[in-house]
């Protein structure tokens, strides 16, 4: 198990930038696949990213492709998501999400929650 805590969600405006972070405490972050999904007001959550164990392979949701970037740094315990040209309906809350080894797009899968950072995009 490891726990999880976002931070650097805030306002911004739209076409501008943000970047969110999520600390890891607890053993062998390197073997966690890290995510981030997201929740708006009324929708349903909403995966936006994920990077594998290693920090090789990286997925994309299609509403952020090529808007947002993942990362993760091993030996901080944290993962990153890099959020640019932002879009007012980028505005929710902000998970990050952790399970061993494999990669996954359904939250479901996702053993590890964070508590959430709001993003607000103002038009």
């Known amino acids: 198990q490891v726990q999880l805590v976002e931070s650097g969600g805030g306002l911004v405006q739209a076409g501008g930038s943000l970047r969110i972070s999520c600390v890891a405490s607890?053993?062998?972050?390197?073997?966690?696949?890290m995510a981030w999904f997201r929740q708006a007001p009324g929708k349903e959550r909403e995966f936006v990213a994920f990077i594998s164990v290693g920090g090789a392979h990286m997925y994309y949701g299609d509403s952020v492709k090529g808007r947002f970037t993942i990362s993760r740094d091993n030996a901080k315990n944290t993962a990153y998501l890099q959020m640019n040209s932002l879009l007012p309906e980028d505005t929710a809350v902000y998970y990050c999400a952790a399970r061993k080894f494999v990669t996954a797009l359904n939250s479901d899968a996702y053993d590890d929650w964070g508590q959430g950072t709001q993003v607000t995009v103002s038009s």
């Open positions: 607890g053993r062998s972050f390197s073997t966690y696949v």
